[in-house]
């Protein structure tokens, strides 16, 4: 996220994105193993890789810009963006793959499935 947003060449040569889950709070905030040994349909599995967000990962600059985005360029209402600076202070994914997505002007393919172990 950060080096597309502070490389515009990098988020030129995006093609596709996938996302394997939904993060709703900091601690989503981990690795999926999408590798599986059989063929089984199960969902993936959150995998220990050792990453963990917490609160106050951001930085100042970068929460600014997350908050003016949606309304200066996805032109969405002010009641919303704030709504989703709520969630992405929370840990909520959503709107930080919407700004992500919006800064890729050549993504052809986009792939994404909502996962989230508590919805068993």
Do not use: N
Request: net charge negative; aromatic share 10%.
């Amino acid at each position: 996220m950060r080096t597309v947003l502070s490389d515009p060449e990098v988020a030129w040569h995006i093609r596709s994105f996938e996302s394997w889950g939904s993060r709703l709070s900091f601690r989503d905030w981990k690795g999926y193993d999408l590798g599986h040994d059989d063929d089984s349909d199960e969902g993936s599995e959150p995998a220990s890789s050792g990453l963990l967000l917490e609160d106050g990962f951001w930085k100042r600059s970068e929460l600014h810009y997350y908050k003016d985005y949606p309304v200066t360029q996805m032109y969405a209402h002010a009641g919303d963006a704030k709504e989703m600076m709520d969630e992405v202070q929370q840990g909520h994914d959503k709107a930080l793959k919407a700004i992500l997505l919006a800064h890729c002007p050549r993504l052809r393919s986009l792939a994404c499935t909502h996962y989230h172990a508590e919805d068993e």
